[in-house]
Structure formats: C-alpha cells, structure tokens
C-alpha cells in the first residue's frame, strides 16, 4: 500500500527530500525489529544513525516516529529492564551526536557562513524554530495549497486535495483498525507474539502521533504526510491480518466478518461521499469483499480459501482508489514541487550578456533584492551573486554592509524590483537597501535589453 499511497507518489515525483527522509525512517524500522527480535545493541545504534541521517535530511520531520521505535524496544527486546532502559539511552546520544553532527561543523567553521533561510543567522535557529516550532506553533504565515484550516478533521475533510492524496488510506487504516480490536476483544486466548503486540501498538503510536501534529500544524504541505505514511500502511496490514486470523477460526468467524463488513461499508462510503461517481471501482471491489467475508459465516468447511478471498479484496476494495488516483498522479506528471518564480529565460539570457564582460572585475556578478528568481543566471554564469534578502524577504544584508560593498569595489550592479511601495506596501523592493540602489544607481535596463514591462531593473552603481 505504500508503494500507490498517491501522497508518496507525488512526493517521490517532486524534488524535495521527503521520500528520501521517509526510506531512512524505514530503515530505523527495520533495524529496529532486528534489535527487538534479538536484544542487539548494535541493530539499535544503527537505527539511531539511520534516523540521525532522516533528520539531516528533513530536520524534525525524520523524528516523529522516535517515540514508536523507542516504545517497541522497550516492551518487546528480549532483554532485563535495565539493559532495555540502557540501550534506549544510548541510543538516544546517538541519535544527537548523528543529528546535530553537520549543525555542530557548520557553526564551528571559522569564516562567514551562508545565511540559513528563514534564520535570524544560525543553523540551529533555522533548524528548531524557522523549520520546527515556527512551522507548528502559527509563527509563520500558513502554508500549503492541499489542506484544510487547522482542525481535528482536516486530513479527512474534503477541502483541499488531502482526502484524495491520504485521507481514504486513512479511512482504511481507522476502520480496519477498529475492527481487528473487535476480532483481538472477541478472543480468549492471545495467540501471537509479543514483538507483534508490540509491533501493531508502536504502529498506532506513529500514526496517532503523525495525525495529531498534522492536523494542527500551522504550515502545511503534502510533503509532510510522507512522515506517516509508513505507519499507515503497517496499521492496515496489521488489522487485516488480525481479521484474517478472526475469519479462519470458526468460533470467531462471524465477528470477524462482520467487522470487515462494516470497515469496508465505512472506506467505501466515505470515499464515494467525496469523489463520487469516480470510486465505482472502489464501490464494487468493496461490496464483492462484504460478500466473500460473509460467506465464511455460510461456507464452514471453506474457511481457509474464502478467508484468503476476503483479504485480498479487502486490500483490493482498500488500494482501488489510491492506485487509481497514483496512476492521474502519473498521467498529470504532477508533484509537490513549489517551484520558484524566476524570470523570463529572455531576460536572464540578457542580462548574462550584459553583465558577463562588465562584471569580471567585481567580487560578485550583481546584488539582487529576490536572489531565488535569479538562481537560473546563478547556475548558467557560475558566478556569486550579493543577496540582499533571504526566505520570505527577510533582509539578509543592512544598507550599511551594501554601501560598503560598493565602496570595497564587490559588486558593481544590482538588479531590484520595479513594484509601488506606495501605502507602506512591503516586500523585497521596499527594504532599504532595495530604495537605495532605485535612488543612487543608473538604470541600465534598457542597454541590458531589459523590456520595460518587465517588473525588474538593471543598475550599475557607481
């Protein structure tokens, strides 16, 4: 299921990093089973670097199954308490040293160092309050075009594109959840192991804890949801194993098909309450699965074979719509890319021109108040250019440092933007050093080829 999850999909077609954040917090999975099954302390430090390398790459994303992982250990190592209670503390310095190790280079490098988007000017900064508690806490503006406003229900509402990138699979994995702790509540004797106890609550966990922050989180984008995905489709393998197990054994039976009955009836009406006439696929692999559970009821000396038909149209009626919206995923060659708003490949063809000859002599090609517009120029010239804003236009140089900039002799032009800043309109071309160089420069847009309509000017400072 995770393989046509469409939120994993779509991510896996974009060029952030989240898919692979995702295959390092399997991996910690994994490794973690491993040091479970066995009591290995070397299975769970490995974890802990795979999980350090899930944060390097998206930061406190890659952390949110930590609790999960821990809470598996913990109950189901083959181990005494104290070396259970050790390993977990080891493993959680590993984890730190692993995580903070690129952070703690960075900011112990001697030089000036990049400014961290979004930072007051430390990686650290960037790291826990731009990308973390700003993100969740409503510190920054509200983000992301497929969600609904914050709320217990946003991730199944039908606002946005959410349901139909993960809402139904989560509809699934609630409903068949439910069901298998019917089928579990039902039965005498627990018949399976405690790694698979521990193994389905640690699932749960995950994706409690996944939903709780999404649902609330301040900053969203589809994207995040690859932080959960994997706990969504344990829970649905899990309980429709535990409904399988209930189908097979005849005192049980009728209560497990019952509950697939009534966990299908849910998926497939609330799948077809939001995208209509488009699930009837998914209508009818539901309703043959409602059929062949409950014929396990009527066909006794059948149970094994009509148990196994159950479950694989239960998975069916369950991937029907996923797959179906994966496969327009791949036909739209949509993703999650944000993309940036660079110019005209005309105008940063002529402005390459013209500054190519006239620049060679300057530290920098040009200062720019919007320097992610003009990354194309910066990957075509191989050249620095001076920003004068980061992330969001927040300032990145004061009006001081390009003044001297200029005086030193690093930079010789600057492109800025054209924009009003009439009625305290605010934005990159209205900071300071933007008003300045507008006011101090000469405009060479027009030797550079620049159309006026363009909404940007070219300037040599002199």
């Known amino acids: 299921s995770l393989a046509v999850l469409p939120v994993s999909v779509l991510t896996s077609r ?3 990093m989240d898919s692979l954040m995702m295959f390092f917090v399997v991996a910690a999975l994994w490794l973690t089973v491993r040091a479970t099954q066995s009591g290995s302390r070397r299975s769970l430090m490995l974890a802990s670097v795979a999980l350090g390398l899930a944060f390097n790459v998206k930061l406190l994303e890659g952390l949110l199954a930590v609790p999960a992982l821990a809470l598996l250990y913990a109950a189901a190592a083959p181990l005494s308490r104290r070396r259970r209670a050790a390993d977990i503390a080891l493993a959680s310095s590993a984890l730190t040293l692993v995580s903070l190790s690129w952070a703690t280079v960075v900011t112990l490098a001697p030089g000036r160092h990049p400014f961290p988007v979004g930072s007051n000017g430390s990686v650290l900064d960037a790291m826990f309050n731009f990308n973390g508690v700003g993100r969740v806490s409503g510190a920054l503006a509200a983000g992301g075009v497929y969600a609904a406003p914050p709320g217990v229900l946003r991730l199944l509402s039908g606002v946005g594109s959410v349901s139909r990138l993960f809402g139904t699979m989560l509809v699934a994995a609630l409903a068949l959840g439910l069901g298998a702790v019917i089928v579990e509540g039902r039965r005498r004797q627990l018949d399976r192991s405690r790694l698979a106890v521990a193994f389905s609550i640690s699932a749960v966990v995950w994706l409690a804890c996944g939903v709780a922050l999404l649902s609330y989180v301040t900053v969203f984008h589809a994207r995040y ?3 959960v995905t994997p706990a969504v489709s344990i829970v649905i393998g899990c309980a429709l194993a535990s409904i399988v197990r ?4 005849p005192g049980e039976a009728k209560v497990a098909a019952l509950a697939l ?7 497939c009406w609330y799948t077809a309450s939001l995208h209509g006439a488009s699930v009837a696929r998914a209508a009818a692999f539901a309703a043959a699965a409602v059929i062949a559970a409950t ?6 000396r059948a149970v094994r074979p009509v148990a196994l038909l159950a479950a694989a149209l239960a998975l069916a009626s369950c991937l029907s719509f996923p797959v179906g919206e994966s496969e327009a995923i791949v036909r739209g060659a949509r993703s999650d890319s944000v993309g940036l708003p660079v110019q005209p490949r005309a105008v940063e063809a002529a402005i390459s021109r013209f500054l190519r000859p006239r620049s060679a002599g300057f530290r920098y090609e040009l200062a720019a108040d919007d320097p992610l517009a003009l990354a194309p120029l910066l990957i075509h010239d ?3 250019i001076l920003p004068l804003t980061t992330f969001a236009a927040k300032p990145f140089l004061t009006l001081p440092q390009l003044q001297q900039a200029v005086r030193s002799g690093e930079v010789g032009y600057a492109v800025v933007g054209s924009y009003s800043c009439a009625g305290g309109r605010r934005g990159a071309a209205c900071l300071p050093t933007s008003r300045w160089i507008r006011s101090h420069g000469i405009d060479v847009s027009a030797a550079a080829g620049i159309p006026r309509a363009q909404r940007l000017r070219l300037y040599f400072l002199n």
């Not at 209930?246 to 054994?249: D, E, H, Q, S």
């Not at 014929?295 to 006794?300: D, E, I, K, M, P």
């Open 225 to 227: 949801l690859e932080m």
């Open 246 to 249: 209930g189908l097979r054994a």
């Open 14 to 16: 974009s060029d952030t």
């Open 261 to 267: 009955a009534a966990s299908l009836a849910g998926v």
């Open 295 to 300: 014929a396990v009821v009527l066909v006794r």
């Open 382 to 384: 191989a050249r620095p």
